[in-house]
């Protein structure tokens, strides 16, 4: 996919679906800005990749922010996309509500971040690739999807006009939210060294899928939608029936 020009904002490059996004859109000849440290294995080119822009902020938050958007408007001007791929899923204590502090977090960061994304660019939320709970982890991977609907559903009607798609990509099967491999990314202590090694190359296949499809979503193939949900087997899900 080529996404020549496109500046794109990735909101946590330290993770391993930081690492492939970093790789998949500079391999698509977009510009990345990254906050965190990213791994990329720049040992893989002739030469150091100008289109690799590290911000120098470690985490994205509501103190943070007001310095990214700094560092974009005397930098690059413009954002085309923001990946948000930092949701770890709710936490223990808001696993009875979607109304968890991730959705203060991104109303505060992006009532900072969307006057820089250029009309008709997009915002791509990712799934959490793994539960960060022991108990009722299905739960858990479901409460974390609503809250991403429910945050994706608040920005496409309030950046609609505007031409930004809000849209959601998960990991997981469209019918009962687990990875398609078919069991959770979570190493269990008890696996031995051949099952570990099974599950870490099962997992850099869903999280290279993962990469892939936030990039459909960043281009502008994925024009026609916003508001939707894209898992894993294919299936684009509304998630509002709200007219934009």
């Known amino acids: 996919m080529n996404l020549s020009g496109k500046v794109v904002l990735i909101a946590d490059c330290t993770s391993k679906l930081g690492e492939e996004l970093v790789t998949q859109l500079l391999d698509s000849r977009a510009c ?112 974390a999807l609503a809250v991403l609907a429910a945050v994706a559903d608040h920005w496409a009607a309030v950046l609609g006009p505007r031409g930004i798609r809000v849209n959601v990509v998960t990991p997981y099967q469209a019918d009962d939210q687990r990875p398609r491999e078919g069991f959770p990314l979570r190493v269990p202590p008890s696996l031995n060294e051949e099952d570990s090694s099974e599950h870490d190359r099962l997992t850099s296949q869903v999280v290279a899928r993962t990469a892939e499809n936030v990039l459909f979503m960043a281009s502008d193939t994925s024009r026609p939608w916003s508001a939707t949900q894209l898992f894993s087997d294919g299936e684009l899900r509304v998630i509002t029936r709200r007219p934009l």
């Open 32 to 143: 990345v800005l990254t906050i965190g440290k990213s791994d990329y294995d720049e040992s893989k080119r002739i030469g150091p990749c100008e289109r690799l822009i590290e911000t120098g902020v470690d985490e994205l938050t509501v103190r943070t922010v007001p310095t990214v958007v700094a560092f974009v408007g005397e930098g690059v001007g413009k954002l085309d996309s923001i990946v948000f791929n930092n949701y770890m899923g709710p936490t223990p204590e808001a696993l009875s509500s979607v109304n968890d502090a991730y959705s203060s977090s991104i109303l505060d960061t992006l009532s900072f971040l969307h006057p820089l994304i250029r009309n008709g660019g997009s915002i791509v939320f990712c799934g959490p690739l793994d539960a960060h709970v022991e108990v009722r982890p299905a739960f858990h991977t479901k409460l």
